[in-house]
């Protein structure tokens, strides 16, 4: 194999790592790290599993083995994200590297906070250490994208989930013209949706979701903590417990930055997803779809021209497009 080919292979080996710290990381960003010998040889790996806890780097340099250590000079550590270089609850990163004296670095992608930032990469080759950036850059930044959009845009990174008719309507009505709830989703794929709710730290819906379907919001099929729930409405009346009500969209993205919460899951209505569609304050849409019919009722919104189909899968008869921005 070439060094492109050897270098991505272990780069994925990275970000499978990474992805254990998806619930206990946060705010921090997910990160694997895998230390190999000159022969080949994968002698530490680590992932961050716990915000304030041992980063990646850490934890790979301190699984090696005493009789291991003597080939930390010719090693070549990847890590799926710059190393860190600054103070923060734990000692740098990029010093660790450095007094640990690996002959090479291999990063997947510059860690955009503001206190790193290309740092981290500076103070390991200022030591002299080799290093090569960008391996699987696409997928490193895909493992920590909630992160990377709140240190570049400043607001939570936001996704918009409904479920639809095959001829595209989100909700029935009755004979009077009043919204009902329709039920679209099977038991597996209800499970996935409270999956996702665990995954990010906040979730939307508008005052006719509230009133129509009354959503508890939580994540009672699925192991994880349950969101903080967000109500979108002009209206003071009935808000449940545990509910923070915001008027517009803008205070909702500034409370949820100044928290330090870097999703938000938007789960309907029809006309709260369009709010937000047609502001354009979104990252990613989930679309579920049967294969059902209904003659009439409230209609789903248009999916944006400017995506790119990220996933998509048969689930229990369902089809989940997950979509992303061009």
């Not at 209206?235 to 803008?250: A, H, K």
């Not at 938007?266 to 709010?275: I, M, N, Q, W, Y």
Request: proline share 5%.
């Amino acid at each position: 194999m070439d060094q492109e080919t050897i270098d991505e292979m272990y780069m994925r080996r990275c970000i499978q790592l990474a992805k254990n710290g998806m619930q206990n990381a946060k705010p921090n960003p997910m990160v694997g790290a895998v230390i190999v010998s000159k022969d080949g040889q994968i002698i530490g790996e680590g992932y961050h599993a716990k915000c304030g806890e041992g980063h990646a780097e850490v934890n790979a340099f301190a699984s090696v083995r005493p009789e291991d250590e003597s080939l930390l000079p010719n090693a070549t550590i990847y890590v799926s994200l710059e190393p860190c270089s600054h103070y923060g609850k734990t000692p740098p990163c990029a010093d660790l590297i450095v007094h640990k004296g690996v002959h090479r670095v291999v990063c997947g992608c510059i860690d955009p906070f503001s206190k790193v930032q290309g740092r981290g990469v500076k103070k390991i080759r200022d030591a002299g250490i080799e290093v090569t950036v960008g391996v699987l850059e696409r997928e490193c930044k895909e493992v920590n994208k909630r992160f990377m959009t709140f240190n570049t845009e400043h607001r939570p990174y936001i996704i918009l989930k409904w479920a639809q008719t095959a001829n595209g309507f989100m909700g029935s009505k009755n004979e009077l013209g009043e919204a009902q709830q329709l039920f679209v989703s099977t038991s597996y794929t209800k499970m996935l949706v409270h999956q996702t709710r665990a995954e990010n730290d906040a979730v939307l819906i508008g005052r006719g979701t509230l009133e129509c379907d009354h959503p508890q919001l939580n994540v009672r099929e699925w192991s994880g903590p349950s969101p903080e729930r967000i109500l979108l409405s002009h209206s003071n009346q009935n808000v449940p417990n545990g509910f923070v009500q915001f008027t517009d969209i803008p205070s909702v993205l500034s409370h949820l930055y100044e928290e330090n919460k870097q999703s938000l899951l938007v789960e309907g209505g029809a006309k709260t997803l369009r709010s937000f569609l047609e502001n354009n304050y979104w990252d990613e849409i989930r679309v579920e779809t049967t294969t059902k019919t209904i003659a009439k009722g409230i209609k789903a919104p248009q999916v944006p021209v400017c995506v790119n189909i990220l996933n998509q899968q048969l689930i229990d008869g369902n089809t989940i497009t997950i979509y992303e921005r061009q």
